[in-house]
């Protein structure tokens, strides 16, 4: 069974810091996706990453995929508060599918 | 610029009703897929589809049932609502070529 584990769950921080939430999924994927959900809205994709050592970026906001390592970033440089937000990470392609499997989530606060 | 819309932002049905979800795109996509939300638990797969009249069980399908009638329109049925399907419901589409898909602005649903 896919699992997705983001961390950490939570993650307050203070403008202008930097930080990195991890994303590890358990079986072998190549597509790994980053989406935003912003409190009462729905999920905006960020990122989509489909291949090993694949790199995004957007403004403050930079994502990696190392497929062997079956492990994605997202970095975050210099928080600004709009930042805030949950920011979910996503697998599919699993068994030749395309089931999308979520991660739980990370929720971000930036203070500042 | 509407891409993925849902027939209800908020319901609320009594105990035992059947209840019906509607989800529409208008990108084309192939895959379309049913979510629910609920604090904590992250984004949890009910059903997915990848073709007219297709449908795959995802993670909790559960008290739920699905249509798939036309590409553009993906149903979500609860044969019988009980209070523990009290959730945030989510509609995404996604296109067969590994591309981030879409998402509707959800469905809260109160089971009484």
């Known amino acids: 069974e896919l699992k997705v584990e983001q961390n950490p769950l939570f993650l307050s921080m203070q403008e202008g810091k930097n930080y990195t939430i991890y994303c590890n999924y358990s079986?072998?994927?190549?597509?790994l996706y980053w989406y935003r959900q912003d409190p009462g809205k729905s999920l905006e994709s960020l990122f989509v990453?489909?291949?090993?050592?694949a790199v995004k970026q957007e403004g403050r906001l930079m994502a990696s995929l190392d497929t062997k390592a079956r492990l994605s970033t997202l970095h975050i440089t210099a928080a600004v508060h709009d930042l805030s937000a949950t920011y979910f990470c996503a697998v599919d392609g699993i068994d030749n599918t395309d089931k999308l499997i979520f991660g739980t989530g990370t929720r971000l606060q930036v203070f500042p | 610029d509407v891409k993925v819309t849902q027939s209800s932002r908020y319901l609320v049905k009594r105990t035992g009703e059947k209840v019906f979800l509607e989800c529409v795109q208008d990108m084309d996509h192939e895959n379309m897929f049913w979510y629910r939300q609920d604090p904590g638990l992250g984004l949890r797969l009910i059903y997915f589809?990848?073709?007219?009249?297709?449908?795959e069980k995802g993670d909790i399908p559960e008290g739920y049932s699905v249509s798939r009638e036309k590409k553009e329109r993906f149903s979500l049925i609860l044969e019988s609502a009980s209070t523990n399907q009290t959730s945030m419901y989510l509609c995404a589409s996604t296109p067969l070529d590994g591309l981030a898909g879409y998402f509707g602005p959800g469905t809260r649903l109160t089971v009484l």
């Open positions: 079986t072998t994927s190549d597509r």
């Open positions: 990453l489909l291949s090993n050592g």
């Open positions: 589809s990848y073709d007219v009249k297709m449908k």
